[in-house]
């Protein structure tokens, strides 16, 4: 199993691009999320999904849109970038929402996005 | 709402010491914590899970505690290695129920 993975590792945009960053899992995980990380705020949740056709927003989710249309596929869009979104963001899944905070998250690698 | 706190951004001990390290939480208590490791540019991995029932719990070299008195758990290594410095968090449930909250994490230092 290749686990969490992220694409792509790093990117640079300028204020007011969109782009797409794609996160896949190959555990057939219900749970999947995103986190973005930035120095001395810790991980932030900003969506999450708890199975295909079904998301949520996390505790900072402006600026960000998801869709889990597949168990698999969870990508993460930035309509419109800001420099703060300037950051570190990670995808992770778990295997079943009744028992996902009893399940070990697990994250994938991680994308280093700057905007500009 | 929801407060998890790690006391210490960095801890820096000799090869062969125990570090300790530590998380408090405020305003409710979680079923579990959890705690996680981070090596620079990587995404965290799990370590341990402690539950609300269970005082202690061990992993090799690792030893989680949780008081739900204090509010409190300790993050034990032992017989620390240069190999162990990275990134530690501790992370719960939010009272919804819906989300894993983390901390800032703590750094740790292990020089030989």
């Known amino acids: 199993n290749a686990g969490v993975t992220q694409t792509p590792k790093f990117q640079v945009l300028k204020t007011g691009q969109s782009m797409t960053l794609q996160c896949a899992q190959d555990?057939?995980?219900?749970?999947m999320s995103w986190y973005r990380q930035d120095p001395g705020m810790g991980l932030r949740l900003i969506h999450y999904s708890v199975g295909a056709g079904i998301t949520d927003q996390g505790e900072v989710p402006n600026g960000y849109n998801v869709s889990r249309s597949t168990t698999e596929d969870f990508p993460l869009r930035l309509l419109s970038a800001a420099p703060s979104q300037t950051s570190v963001y990670f995808c992770?899944?778990?295997?079943?929402?009744?028992?996902?905070?009893?399940?070990?998250?697990?994250f994938g690698p991680g994308t280093r996005l700057l905007v500009l | 709402s929801q407060k998890i706190e790690q006391n210490s951004e960095a801890l820096n001990i000799q090869e062969g010491k125990t570090a300790t390290l530590t998380c408090n939480y405020t305003n409710y208590s979680p079923a579990y914590l959890q705690w996680y490791r981070q090596d620079p540019g990587r995404g965290p991995v799990f370590l341990l899970l402690?539950?609300?029932?269970?005082k202690e719990k061990r992993k090799e070299r690792l030893k989680v505690t949780f008081d739900t008195t204090l509010k409190q758990s300790l993050f034990h290594i032992t017989a620390s290695q240069p190999a162990d410095s990275a990134t530690y968090l501790c992370a719960l449930i939010n009272q919804a129920g819906t989300a894993l909250i983390f901390g800032k994490g703590t750094t740790l230092s292990v020089s030989s």
């Open positions: 402690i539950r609300e029932n269970e």
């Open positions: 992770a899944s778990s295997p079943s929402p009744s028992e996902t905070y009893q399940e070990t998250q697990y």
């Open positions: 555990m057939n995980h219900e749970y």
